[in-house]
Each structure stands twice: as structure tokens, then as C-alpha cells.
């Protein structure tokens, strides 16, 4: 049998696809990438805000249009949170809620009645990741999380903190390195509560995973910043841990934190980044911003603007905030005007690109490791630096770098201020 496998939202529903497809393969069925030589399609759903609800609708239909005889399988958070999906959208076979999608290979095959090839299923099989031109693996390393923001429906779709045994997750990562894979991210709901139900934290699992895996390169997911232990940081000192993290702080001001049922003050997040930079040589630092949530003043809306540009990212998720039914923001008053989020966001936007130019130019003359992902048709190589810098490689001679990690200078950015341009020292 022939599967196609989709996606959209974070880095978890990522790693969920690159479970399945594993598991897939396991019971002797092939990934495909054509969607219309399908025997079975699977789709990886997001409601993270209202748009992506729209997305997911979206991608479901145009899935089942393509392919009207396949099978089609949902799951994901916008088909856990609406139980009318299989009756508001025509050609769903089976709906695969987040608390039973660990098992979604074995349900889907169960319930579909497709078999597995047991003398197939032996070999080896060709990784998921590499089907779909990847040179980097999301490891789940748990799922659900224990905290209620008051903007967040992920948490109500994802349930309860579950998270991965040690000995799992590394077995993971040491098939993926024996893959090929030069660099993994581990990746959850909510990545710093790791092991709060098995009697583990983050700190221990990362040096576990130092100690019992060689991949050259590992990164963190989404980590909220009032979860990291004070040794945390020191955990860098080991150059295999890549010096960027994804720390949350969504909105500069103390008083929307209040609103947002948020963990970290402004000035707890700020002490914390001083010891990050003061401890980790070129780290860097990226973060997600919501806009207009419900009772933000111009004032506060101002003291975010204030915190960000001294706190300086070099890159900035923003989000504008949109009311989630089934969340306690939605029940807020002053909820804020549309044209107002839409004029804060472009500001916020134009602060944002500012921020990261000044931080690619302060990259100029430095060196920095890459892995290399791609080249196209102008022989411009591109990957990532340890710290997460996109760098072009121009009028280069080599004709095969995929995957490859290799030194170099930096030597500008590039027109947009979108990337570093980079020569071989």
C-alpha cells in the first residue's frame, strides 16, 4: 500500500508525520509523494489560531478532491476539537482524536482493513525524512501540557503532559543518525515540562542524549521560559548543543502576562536572557508575539514595543490574536478592534526586520559551522549555521554539500536582510 502523509502547524505535528511514516514503512507499506497514486491519505491537522482552522479545512478537502478513492484519515488539534468534522466534511473515512494518535498507524490499519507485509516490513526501508528532502529530524519527546494560557486551545486539543521514555527517544535518534541525519530537534507541546510525569526533566534528557547518541547537532523546540532549571544554560558548554532556543514571551508587557495567565515577568525573562548571552557564545534568541489581546491599551501595547527593541530577536513569530471559542480569553471584554491589531502588527513587523539586520550584520567576519541542505538551479548552496542563520554560498565549485556540515566566513547579508552570504575559509 501507498501512503501520503500531510501536514501543517508546529514542529510536534512534524515529528508526528515522521513517527507514522516510520511505522508505516515497519508494516511494509511505501510513502508516496503523489497524492493521487495514494492508497491511503493522512492528514495532520492545526488550530492553533482561526486561520489555520481555515487551512486544515482546506487542505482536507482538496486531499479527498485529488484522490476521491483513496482512504482519508484526519487527526491533529482541529480534528480533536470539532467533533462535527466527519459530518461537516465529506470523504473523511476515520477521525484519530490526539489521544490515540501514538497508535494512528495500528488504528488506521485496523479499522481500514489494510494488511501489513510481515516479509516486507524486515527490510530496511528508505527514511521518511529523506522522501521528502529533508536533511534534519523533529524528535516528540512528549506531548499535552499542564498550564492553561488563557489564549491557547492547543492545550485543551493536546490534554494532559505525556511524555516519552528516555530509551525511546534515544533509539530515535540513534536510527535517524545511522539514516544519515546530521541534526535533530526535540520537540513537544511543551518541550521545558518534560518528565514532569516520569520523575525526569529536560536537563537530564538532553544530557542523556549526549551521553548515549553521537549526532553531531541538536536543537531545542519551543521552550517557555519559566521552565528552565539555573544550570540549564551550561548544558551549551557541549558544542553538539546548537546556541539558538525559541523562548516564548508573547506579549512585553506585565499587565497583558497577568491577562494571558502567563508564568515569566518581563524582568524575570530578561535576567534570563542577560545570563543566555553572557554564558553562550553567538546565541540566539527568537520569540512569538500576539497582538492585540483582548484589553490591550495603547499604553501596554507600547510597553511591549519598548521591552521587544531592548530585548532585540533576531526573528519574531507574530501572531494576531484571534478569539478561540473554549478558551478563557474569548470570554474577555475589550476585545480589540481589528484595524488597530492589523496597524500594530505591521509596526511590529517593521521593528522585527530591523532587529534582524542588526543582528545579521553583527554576524559579518565571523565564522560559523553549516549544514548544508540544498542547492538550486544557480549553484547557490544554502543551510544553517549552529545559531540558526540562513547563509547562501555562492560561485561555489563543489558539486555536492547536501547534508554536509563545513566552516565558514561570513562575509555580508543579502538585499532583504533575510540571510548571511558566506565563503569557505
Not at 250 to 268: E, F
Request: hydrophobic share 35%; glycine share 4%.
Amino acid at each position: 500500500m501507498q501512503i501520503n502523509l500531510k501536514t501543517l502547524g508546529c514542529r510536534l505535528n512534524e515529528a508526528e508525520l515522521e513517527s507514522w511514516a516510520e511505522a508505516f514503512q515497519a508494516r511494509g507499506h511505501s510513502l508516496t509523494d503523489n497524492l493521487e497514486q495514494a492508497d491511503l491519505l493522512v492528514v495532520n491537522t492545526c488550530a492553533v489560531t482561526q486561520e489555520a482552522v481555515k487551512k486544515s479545512r482546506q487542505l482536507i478537502r482538496r486531499t479527498h478532491r485529488n484522490n476521491p478513492m483513496a482512504k482519508l484519515v484526519v487527526s491533529g488539534c482541529y480534528a480533536s476539537l470539532d467533533e462535527k468534522i466527519q459530518k461537516d466534511i465529506p470523504g473523511i473515512d476515520l477521525v484519530i482524536n490526539n489521544q490515540k494518535k501514538d497508535q494512528l498507524v495500528d488504528i488506521a490499519l485496523k479499522e481500514l482493513n489494510f494488511d501489513s507485509m510481515p516479509a516486507i516490513s524486515t527490510e530496511p526501508g528508505e527514511a521518511s525524512i529523506f522522501k521528502r528532502g529533508r536533511n534534519r529530524a523533529f524528535i516528540k519527546i512528549q506531548d499535552g501540557c499542564r498550564y492553561r494560557c488563557t489564549f491557547c486551545i492547543v492545550t485543551v486539543a493536546r490534554g494532559e503532559e505525556r511524555s516519552r521514555s528516555e530509551a525511546d527517544i534515544i533509539k530515535d535518534i540513534n536510527q535517524f543518525h545511522q539514516q544519515g541525519i546530521q541534526e535533530i530537534i526535540l520537540t513537544g507541546v511543551h518541550v521545558g515540562g518534560y518528565g514532569s510525569d516520569i520523575n525526569l526533566n529536560l536537563y537530564q534528557l538532553i544530557n542523556s542524549v549526549l551521553s548515549n547518541t553521537d549526532i553531531p547537532r541538536i536543537r531545542l523546540g519551543s521552550v517557555e521560559p519559566w521552565e528552565l532549571p539555573e544550570e540549564f544554560f551550561s548544558l551549551f558548554a557541549n558544542d553538539r548543543i546548537m546556541p539558538h532556543m525559541h523562548l516564548p514571551l508573547q506579549s512585553g508587557s506585565d499587565s497583558v502576562l497577568k491577562r494571558m495567565a502567563r508564568r515569566c515577568k518581563t524582568n524575570d525573562y530578561k535576567k534570563l536572557i542577560q545570563q543566555a548571552r553572557n554564558e553562550i557564545p553567538n546565541f540566539n534568541l527568537t520569540t512569538d508575539i500576539i497582538v492585540g489581546f483582548p484589553g490591550e491599551t495603547e499604553e501596554e501595547w507600547q510597553e511591549s514595543i519598548n521591552f521587544i527593541e531592548e530585548t532585540s530577536f533576531s526573528h519574531i513569530h507574530i501572531f494576531t490574536y484571534s478569539k478561540r471559542e473554549g478558551t478563557k480569553a474569548a470570554t474577555l471584554t475589550n476585545q480589540v478592534d481589528s484595524s488597530i491589531k492589523k496597524q500594530r502588527s505591521k509596526q511590529l513587523h517593521a521593528l522585527t526586520k530591523t532587529m534582524r539586520e542588526s543582528f545579521l550584520n553583527e554576524q559579518i567576519g565571523q565564522t560559523h559551522s553549516v549544514l548544508w541542505e540544498a542547492c538550486n538551479e544557480d549553484n547557490v548552496w544554502k543551510g544553517y549555521t549552529e545559531n540558526f542563520i540562513r547563509i547562501e554560498l555562492k560561485d561555489s565549485n563543489t558539486s555536492e554539500l547536501e547534508n554536509k556540515i563545513s566552516k565558514v566566513k561570513i562575509t555580508g547579508i543579502d538585499d532583504n536582510a533575510e540571510h548571511c552570504i558566506a565563503e569557505f575559509i
